[in-house]
């Protein structure tokens, strides 16, 4: 924490600590060094890698169309479940929690049945360190999760669930879900925060005619449809951009 005594200077210095406090003090003095922010641009936090990510974040997906993800899904935080009523088998599959003997846990009943996985349900664990991506299979277990995950379920249609099982839309979505987690001893992401996770659009016509179920379902003439349009569009994006990566991944 900085105390200073006078008039605020116009910008913040928000320098990466590398054990290099002399090198930190030195830059702030002579004004030198990166990042400096505009104090206009502070809102109400101080963490660092909130305001580089957002530089970019804006700066890769600049002139493209983006959604946050609560536009588009709903988002689903688990309930914490009493240790009393966990067993060795019943109803439910508890996501991801084992025994002492590595065991898989179950419950015979849910205290809110929102936390039930349907169909296609993306379950992302709050806690960032080592974190995947799950989508739920209508094959698995009828599953719960816990509070420390939570549920990304599609409202309109099925681009998030295909956006998700793309490499670069989980690397892009893990990549700023690291970014905005809050706390150093361990990140942990808020369901605020997720909610104002961004993910690139692809301007299709219809955004299910990227959704596994249509694919399973289409005419050849519809399936032909889509791979010319998704090859006019790989001709419009910049190399190495989300969008072209993504648009290549699903044609």
């Keep these: 924490i900085v105390i200073r005594n006078g008039k605020p200077k116009e910008d913040i210095f928000m320098p990466a600590y590398e054990d290099n406090p002399n090198e930190i003090a030195s830059n702030f003095q002579n004004h030198k ?31 493209k169309e983006v959604k946050e993800l609560s536009e588009i899904a709903q988002i689903i935080r688990g309930k914490e479940l009493n240790r009393e ?8 599959l508890v996501h991801q929690l084992k025994d002492k003997n590595g065991k898989d846990r179950f419950v015979d ?21 080592n974190n995947k991506v799950h989508v739920h299979s209508a094959s698995d277990k009828e599953t719960v999760i816990t509070a420390s995950f939570a549920i990304i379920r599609s409202t309109e249609n099925s681009y998030i669930n295909t956006y998700l099982q793309t490499k670069d839309g989980q690397d892009f979505f893990l990549q700023q879900a690291e970014r905005l987690a809050v706390g ?68």
């Design 33 to 63: 060094g990166n990042f400096y922010l505009p104090l206009k641009k502070i809102e109400n936090r101080f963490d660092r890698n909130y305001y580089s990510s957002v530089d970019i974040i804006e700066e890769k997906l600049k002139g």
């Design 85 to 92: 009523i966990l067993k060795s088998s019943g109803k439910y």
């Design 109 to 129: 009943e849910v205290a809110d049945e929102k936390a039930i996985l349907k169909p296609n349900d993306i379950v992302i664990s709050i806690f960032t360190e």
């Design 184 to 251: 150093s001893t361990r990140p942990w992401l808020s369901l605020s925060v997720l909610s104002n996770l961004v993910i690139p659009i692809l301007p299709l016509s219809e955004l299910n005619f990227v959704s596994e179920e249509w694919l399973k379902s289409a005419s050849s003439d519809k399936l032909i449809q889509l791979e010319k349009q998704l090859k006019g569009l790989i001709s419009n994006y910049e190399i190495g951009s989300i969008h072209l990566n993504l648009t290549k991944e699903i044609l």
